[in-house]
């Protein structure tokens, strides 16, 4: 599918809510699982879209779905709780912007003849939490500014004590991953239009040139979760805001043949070497890094273009 870009108005700007601590008690004893919502006859569900949460500060993103089409209210009411054993607690709440991806599709109609405009990620709902401990957590979520009790769809998660990928403050990984000086494009990139301008240097030589670096590891021709969005349509974008600048790569972060087809090791999708190296737990993930080297952001499922953007005027 072919998408032109269209920047959000909201592209200099990433809202981090402090949600947890905006309140404070008991849940209630409430079934912290997923399901669906009592009060329609729809089926909803909350799909988490963010899959490396630790202590601290992360970015927690998540879609929802009601009947299989993405939601695009303009908020979503979160409440976020500690779980241990069966009890729960409490410990923030506030309602979440949906912000549009800023990519439109050229293409409104997909294989199946649905609408693309509805079956596809064309937004996500995100903020910037702090989680203060490991362990087991549950948000429920509201469609809508409030929280609803007869209709909240509730997710349990869990927060690991250090990240599996690479974290943000961390020096990103140097891989001599694939570029176009070692195989044809096609058999490094699996677009459905790809593009030389992403494979003319490897992460090593991005990170070590002196100039900031975004770094987005993505399977476009075989996206293998369904938060995975229009990375790379958002990635092109933003480089073509972004200038002369700042360093590109695209790397594939799982093994392909010498056709461009996933390579499979007894049936299974095996991670490429910079898969490997970097520990991706699933994919896509986008890393913008700084001319030193260092991660100043990382963006793991679908994300907006203006967060990358803005991420990108850190560096720049």
Not at 237 to 264: M, N, R
């Amino acid at each position: 599918m072919r998408l032109r870009s269209a920047r959000s108005a909201a592209a200099a700007t990433v809202a981090v809510l402090a949600i947890l601590t905006a309140a404070c008690g008991d849940g209630g004893g409430e079934d912290p699982s997923p399901t669906t919502s009592p009060a329609t006859d729809a089926t909803v569900q909350a799909v988490i879209g963010s899959s490396d949460l630790a202590v601290g500060k992360q970015r927690f993103s998540f879609v929802i779905l009601k009947d299989d089409v993405p939601v695009t209210e303009p908020s979503v009411y979160v409440r976020f709780f500690k779980l241990t054993g069966d009890s729960q607690q409490l410990v923030g709440e506030g309602p979440i912007p949906y912000e549009p991806v800023g990519t439109e599709s050229l293409d409104n109609h997909d294989d199946d003849g649905h609408d693309a405009t509805e079956v596809e990620i064309r937004g996500v709902y995100y903020a910037y939490v702090d989680f203060d401990e490991a362990g087991d957590w549950g948000a429920g979520f509201s469609i809508g500014g409030n929280y609803d009790p007869a209709s909240e769809t509730r997710v349990r998660f869990a927060v690991a004590a250090e990240p599996q990928t690479v974290g943000v403050g961390d020096q990103a990984i140097a891989v001599d991953n694939l570029t176009l000086a070692d195989a044809p494009l096609e058999q490094i990139d699996t677009s459905p239009e790809p593009d030389e301008a992403f494979h003319q240097v490897s992460i090593a030589d991005a990170i070590t040139s002196g100039k900031p670096a975004v770094i987005a590891f993505a399977t476009p021709a075989f996206c293998q979760t369904r938060t995975c969005g229009p990375v790379m349509e958002v990635v092109r974008a933003a480089a073509a805001q972004a200038g002369d600048g700042l360093q590109f790569v695209h790397v594939e972060p799982y093994e392909l043949d010498a056709s461009g087809e996933l390579a499979l090791r007894d049936g299974q999708l095996a991670l490429s070497d910079a898969g490997v190296a970097w520990n991706l737990p699933t994919e896509p993930w986008v890393f913008v890094v700084d001319s030193a080297g260092t991660v100043v952001a990382r963006f793991d499922g679908p994300f907006a273009l203006s967060e990358l953007l803005a991420a990108i005027d850190q560096v720049a």
